[in-house]
C-alpha cells in the first residue's frame, strides 16, 4: 500500500522535473533567437566596418554608369565612382569596395538577402519601390525615350501603335511604355545588353529605357537615335534596406559633400560630357 502511495509523488516530480526542463529551453532558445536578431538588426555601416568593405550592387551593362570592360575585366562609371566615394567616407580607402552585378530584376531581392549593402544602378525612386527598400537623395534626373534606327519611321509614343519596343525585365521603363503606349508588343529582357543587341538583330523596332541610357547605347553604335524626347521623370536613388536610418544619413551625407566640394560636378562632367543644370 506505501508503495502505490508514493507514485503520485513520484509522478508530481517528474511532472515538475520537464516542466522545469521546458521552461529552462525555452529561455536558451529566446536567448539565442535575441542575438541573432541583434545580428539582423545590426546597422549596415557597422557591418561594412567589421568586414573591412562595402559590397554596391551595381550594373554591368550601362555604359556611362556601371559597364564591364569584357578586356580588363574593370567596371567603371558614374555609380561606380559614386560606389567608391562611400567606401572612402566610411572604410577611408576608395578601393575597400566589391562590385557585385545587379539587373533591374535582381537588385531588390539582393539588396534585402543582404548580398549587398547598397544598391548604386540606375534605380528610379518610385512609392512602389519605397514600400520594400529606403532611398537616399536623388543624385541623378533622367527621363525615358526611345531609341531607334536613324532611318526608322518612329518619332515618339504616337507612333509605337503594333510597334514592337523592347524593355528590361524590373524596370519602371517596361511599366511606364505599357501604360503610355497600349497598342505596343512589349518584349522584355533580363540587361540592357540583351535588349540593344535584340534591337540591333531586327527583333524590335524600338528600345525604351531612360535617356541617358539610351544615349550610351548611341555613344557605341551610331546608326542609332533618341526619339520622342522624354516622357517621363526618372529621379535616381540609391536604394537601402527598409529601417536603416542612420545608412540613408550616411550616403545623403555623402551626396552633399561631394556636391559642395564640386566632386559631384567633376564626375558628372567626366561621364555624361557635362556639368549638371
Keep these: 500500500m506505501k508503495k502505490l502511495l508514493m507514485w503520485p509523488s513520484f509522478i508530481l516530480v517528474l511532472i515538475l522535473s520537464l516542466v522545469l526542463s521546458g521552461c529552462s529551453t525555452g529561455e536558451e532558445n529566446s536567448s ?28 554591368y551593362d550601362t555604359k556611362l554608369f556601371g ?11 558614374f555609380d561606380i565612382d559614386i560606389a567608391k566615394a562611400l567606401a572612402k567616407q566610411i ?55 526611345l531609341l531607334v534606327k536613324n532611318d526608322s519611321p518612329i518619332t515618339g509614343l504616337e507612333s509605337l501603335s ?23 508588343e512589349v518584349l522584355e529582357f533580363d540587361n540592357y545588353q540583351d535588349a540593344f543587341t535584340a534591337l540591333k538583330a531586327g527583333k524590335g523596332e524600338a528600345l525604351t529605357t531612360d535617356n541617358i541610357i539610351l544615349i550610351g547605347m548611341q555613344q557605341t553604335d551610331n546608326s542609332f537615335q533618341l526619339v520622342g524626347g522624354n516622357f517621363t521623370s526618372e529621379p535616381y536613388g540609391m536604394a537601402i534596406r527598409k529601417g536603416d536610418t542612420a545608412f540613408v544619413e550616411e550616403v545623403n551625407k555623402l551626396l552633399k559633400s561631394m556636391k559642395d566640394s564640386g566632386e559631384y560636378d567633376t564626375l558628372h562632367e567626366k561621364w555624361l560630357g557635362s556639368k549638371p543644370e
Excluded: C, H
Design 32 to 59: 539565442s533567437s535575441g542575438s541573432g536578431g541583434d545580428a539582423v538588426a545590426k546597422g549596415t555601416i557597422e557591418q561594412i566596418k567589421e568586414r573591412g568593405k562595402l559590397i554596391a550592387g551595381v550594373k
Design 67 to 77: 559597364l564591364k570592360d569584357p578586356a580588363s575585366g574593370n567596371v567603371e562609371g
Design 91 to 145: 572604410l577611408g580607402d576608395e578601393t575597400k569596395v566589391e562590385l557585385k552585378e545587379v539587373t533591374s530584376k535582381t537588385r531588390i531581392p539582393m539588396l534585402q538577402n543582404g548580398d549587398i549593402d547598397i544598391i548604386i544602378a540606375t534605380m528610379t525612386i518610385t512609392d512602389e519601390r519605397k514600400e520594400q527598400v529606403d532611398f537616399s537623395d536623388v543624385y541623378f534626373e533622367a527621363g525615358q525615350s
Design 162 to 184: 503594333g510597334v514592337k519596343v523592347l524593355a528590361v525585365k524590373g524596370s519602371t521603363s517596361a511599366q511606364n511604355i505599357r501604360e503610355k503606349a497600349p497598342d505596343a
